[in-house]
């Protein structure tokens, strides 16, 4: 499976973009999606993840309420929307893919997916 970020720029503190990542083909019927970023000298992070079948979402505390993930089953796509973005948002963001159905305990776990796309650049100007 290959998948391809896009939708990322430069906005302002309190803007929004949608980002979208597109997978190659059609996922399994078990699998989890999950977008990372990762700013100028840090690790890769959590962001947000979901399950098929919409049975767990989570999302990392720093974006809780502010970023929504979805799916498009019809178009093997997974979208971010992101709002109220913050100068610490910016980074570059990845999603990624395992066609296991991960739990709670492992969901944010960088290591789990075994797909990962090219990332995308968002930066958030003060």
């Known amino acids: 499976v290959q998948l391809q970020a896009s939708g990322g720029g430069l906005v302002q503190t309190g803007g929004s973009l949608r980002l979208s990542c597109a997978a190659s083909?059609?996922?399994?019927?078990?699998?989890?999606i999950a977008w990372f970023r990762q700013g100028p000298g840090e690790d890769r992070s959590f962001v947000a993840a979901t399950r098929s079948g919409g049975s767990l979402t989570s999302y990392s505390d720093s974006v809780k309420g502010r970023f929504t993930i979805s799916r498009d089953c019809a178009k093997n796509t997974v979208y971010l929307q992101m709002n109220s973005l913050k100068p610490d948002d910016t980074a570059v963001y990845f999603c990624?893919?395992?066609?296991?159905?991960?739990?709670?305990?492992?969901?944010?776990?960088?290591?789990?997916?075994?797909?990962w796309g090219q990332g995308t650049q968002v930066t958030v100007s003060s």
């Open positions: 990624a893919y395992t066609t296991r159905g991960l739990i709670l305990t492992t969901i944010k776990r960088r290591t789990e997916y075994n797909y």
């Open positions: 083909e059609r996922t399994t019927s078990t699998y989890t």
